[in-house]
C-alpha cells in the first residue's frame, strides 16, 4: 500500500464548476499538508500548504485536513479553464524536508 | 530571478552510457533536491542537500550519486544508465531543511534510456 493515495482522474468540469481534490493517506506522523500544481511539461508549484488539522483559504482555493480520518481536500470555486492542471498532494512530518507524493489527479476545465 | 533551472531540458542515453543533470537556484536557499517522476508514482526523492556539504540519500537512491558543488548548484549523476531510469527528473530547493514543506522547483530534464 503507497504510504499517499490519490485519484489519478482524468477530472474534467464546466467553467464555474466547483472542484473537489482528495488524498489519504497511512502515515499519521504527517503534520504538513501541501498542494501543488503542475502545468504540461513543466515543474510543480506550491499553491498552499496547512499544518496539523483544519482549513485554510487562499482565493479561490480552500485546503482541508481530517488527520482523524487521514484524509486531505483542495477545493477549486468557480473553476477557469486557467486551472487545467494537474494537482498533487503531499506530505511531509515535522521539521523533515521528506516529502511524499500522491500520483496526481489531471484536472481539465472546459470553457 | 531566475528561481531554480535545470540542464539538459531533454536527453536520450543508451544503456551504460553516463551523464549528469545540472541544478542551480539564486534564492540563496540552503537546502536542495532531486526528484524523478514517473507515471502513477508521483514524485520520488532521490538525494538531498540539507545544506552546502551535506547530502544524504532519499526514498530512491539507487543508481545515482550526488554533488553539491556549492550553494547555489547541485549535480546528479547516473554513472551506467538503465532503462529502468528513464523518468522526468526534477530539481528543487528550499530554503532551509525546517521549511522542506516549501520547495520550488525547476521545469525538468526528460531522459530517455534506451
Known amino acids: 500500500q503507497k504510504e499517499v493515495e490519490q485519484d489519478p482522474g482524468p477530472l474534467s468540469v464546466p467553467e464555474g464548476a466547483i472542484v473537489s481534490l482528495n488524498c489519504t493517506y497511512s502515515?499519521?506522523?504527517?503534520?504538513?499538508f501541501m498542494w501543488y500544481r503542475q502545468y504540461s511539461r513543466k515543474g510543480p508549484e506550491l499553491l498552499m500548504y496547512?499544518?496539523?488539522?483544519g482549513n485554510k483559504e487562499d482565493g479561490r482555493f480552500t485546503a482541508q485536513v481530517d488527520k482523524s480520518s487521514k484524509y486531505i481536500s483542495l477545493f477549486i470555486r468557480d473553476s477557469q479553464p486557467s486551472d487545467s492542471a494537474t494537482y498533487l498532494c503531499?506530505?511531509?512530518?515535522?521539521?523533515?524536508?521528506?516529502?511524499?507524493f500522491g500520483a496526481g489527479t489531471r484536472l481539465t476545465v472546459k470553457p | 530571478n531566475a528561481g531554480v533551472t535545470q540542464t539538459p531540458k531533454f536527453q536520450v542515453l543508451k544503456t551504460g552510457q553516463s551523464m549528469t543533470l545540472q541544478c542551480a537556484q539564486d534564492?540563496?536557499?540552503?537546502?536542495m533536491y532531486w526528484y524523478r517522476q514517473d507515471p502513477g508514482m508521483g514524485l520520488r526523492l532521490i538525494y538531498y542537500?540539507?545544506?552546502?556539504?551535506?547530502?544524504d540519500k532519499g526514498e530512491v537512491p539507487n543508481g545515482y550519486n550526488v554533488s553539491r558543488l556549492n550553494k547555489r548548484e547541485f549535480s546528479l549523476r547516473l554513472e551506467s544508465a538503465a532503462p529502468s531510469q528513464t523518468s522526468v527528473y526534477f530539481c528543487?530547493?528550499?530554503?532551509?531543511?525546517?521549511?522542506?514543506?516549501?520547495?520550488?522547483f525547476g521545469p525538468g530534464t526528460r531522459l530517455t534510456v534506451t
Open positions: 534564492m540563496n536557499h540552503n537546502s
Open positions: 528543487a530547493s528550499s530554503e532551509s531543511v525546517e521549511l522542506g514543506h516549501e520547495q520550488y
Open positions: 496547512t499544518y496539523s488539522s
Open positions: 503531499a506530505m511531509s512530518k515535522y521539521n523533515n524536508n521528506d516529502m511524499r
Open positions: 542537500s540539507a545544506s552546502e556539504g551535506t547530502t
Open positions: 502515515n499519521s506522523a504527517f503534520q504538513y
